[in-house]
């Protein structure tokens, strides 16, 4: 009930921003993409988030003699004097850059030597995908080169075991089993759960948001809503059981790099799947391709 609650939660914490960033008519400038909002319900998300974070969107424009730096709300002119890179350099900016709206990968239980993988809880070759979708990001761009990007993605993992193989939960434990299940001959065994992942990443980019990029960093992780099934032999899918102690809390290193709006993006979890390492001790590993629009 409790994690139920906080997932719950976290879900309305999520909506401000999701608004804000949404359905966004898109910018460039030196320092990469540069959002702004449309429509009076995303801008008041817009603006509340913005105030929280101390964001500024923004556009320049030559008018005559003038330079005009302007964001929704507010502009300041320039003698021509005073060129707009001197403008910029005393203006914040904010920006999502390179970070990626979605994702899809494939994924894998490792050892902590990945891609290997785990004994005893193998999968069936190239059968496990996870997605990801951003509602929500933000960036500073502290040079034309380095920014620092983040997110908040809701994403979803799924992995088909071997060998009939299937997780139960009996006797205050999860437990790997194979074989029958409910007196029916079994032909695929499934784990999947949800999470909600936040990385922060150091990113290394051209001076023109369509070049390529680089992009790295640590990612706090918080899983939910795990479920073991199995397909039994001709038969759908049927559910074995929601309590599979599954560490809710994740630390992950996340990479990408790409060009443009598309990419590669890999990730490794540095602390185990399930609580005590019961049943086994595994790690999550993904690589994937990701896209922003």
């Not at 021509?80 to 979605?102: A, C, E, I, W």
């Not at 500073?140 to 088909?160: C, G, Q």
């Not at 979890?269 to 391709?289: A, E, H, K, R, W």
Request: aromatic share 14%; charged share 20%.
């Amino acid at each position: 009930m409790k994690r139920k609650f906080l997932t719950a939660a976290l879900a309305v914490l999520a909506f401000l921003p999701s608004m804000a960033q949404s359905d966004r008519y898109y910018e460039y400038d030196e320092y990469g993409k540069v959002g702004r909002s449309e429509g009076w319900a995303r801008r008041f998300a817009h603006n509340f988030v913005d105030g929280l974070i101390g964001a500024d969107y923004y556009e320049t424009t030559d008018a005559g003699n003038k330079v005009i730096v302007s964001n929704e709300f507010n502009s300041i002119e320039v003698n021509n004097g005073d060129s707009k890179s001197d403008v910029r350099k005393n203006y914040r900016h904010y920006g999502p850059g390179h970070t990626p709206d979605f994702y899809f990968g494939v994924n894998l239980l490792c050892t902590d030597r990945p891609p290997v993988m785990t004994p005893g809880l193998e999968q069936r070759s190239g059968k496990g995908f996870e997605f990801g979708l951003a509602v929500g990001q933000w960036g500073y761009h502290m040079t034309r080169h380095f920014a620092l990007n983040t997110a908040f993605y809701v994403t979803r993992s799924r992995y088909w075991l071997a060998e009939g193989r299937y997780l139960v939960y009996q006797d205050n434990r999860t437990q790997i089993v194979s074989g029958a299940f409910d007196g029916r001959d079994i032909e695929q065994g499934y784990l999947r759960y949800w999470s909600l992942r936040v990385p922060l990443c150091l990113e290394l980019s051209s001076a023109s948001h369509r070049g390529p990029f680089l992009a790295f960093g640590p990612e706090i992780e918080y899983r939910f809503g795990e479920m073991s099934k199995v397909r039994p032999a001709g038969g759908d899918r049927i559910k074995v059981t929601d309590n599979l102690n599954i560490n809710p809390l994740g630390v992950n290193a996340v990479a990408r790099i790409g060009i443009n709006n598309f990419g590669i993006i890999a990730r490794y979890s540095f602390t185990g799947l399930f609580l005590n390492d019961n049943p086994v001790q595994t790690y999550p590993f993904m690589i994937g391709l990701s896209a922003s629009f």
